[in-house]
Nanobody
Framework: QVQLVESGGGLVQAGGSLRLSCAAS????????MGWYRQAPGKQRELVAT???????NYVDSVKGRFTISRDNAKNTVYLQMNSLKPEDTAVYYC????????????????WGQGTQVTVSS
């Protein structure tokens, strides 16, 4: 497992914005894919957005045009800029790092952060 630390969640009114950040532990050489998932109460965890080390992005249809994922490879950090938030965006947001190469040469799949709560009021 790779340690991932998320920040930036909170309470915001509909139409507002939030920016989530997720930083991986220092013993990382590279991360192929980083992403954000979310889980609302009573629902399954769903993919929100992913970004490859080369910058290729993928979004779930419900957030296209409103959310932007980006990353800083030098800092092993991924961001999620969320604009025009809606009450249905309310969920716990989880950071994910996949195909991680550590500085000791290990290849690690599927690491998760602890989650950060995003609540959008109507």
């Amino acid at each position: 497992q790779v340690q991932l630390v998320e920040s930036g969640g909170g309470l915001v009114q509909a139409g507002g914005s939030l920016r989530l950040s997720c930083a991986a532990s220092r013993s990382i050489f590279s991360i192929n894919v980083m992403g954000w998932y979310r889980q609302a109460p009573g629902k399954q965890r769903e993919l929100v957005a992913t970004i490859t080390i080369g910058g290729r992005t993928n979004y779930v249809d419900s957030v296209k045009g409103r959310f932007t994922i980006s990353r800083d490879n030098a800092k092993n950090t991924v961001y999620l800029q969320m604009n025009s938030l809606k009450p249905e965006d309310t969920a716990v947001y989880y950071c994910n790092a996949d195909q991680v190469v550590t500085t000791t040469g290990r290849l690690v799949f599927g690491s998760w952060g602890q989650g950060t709560q995003v609540t959008v009021s109507s």
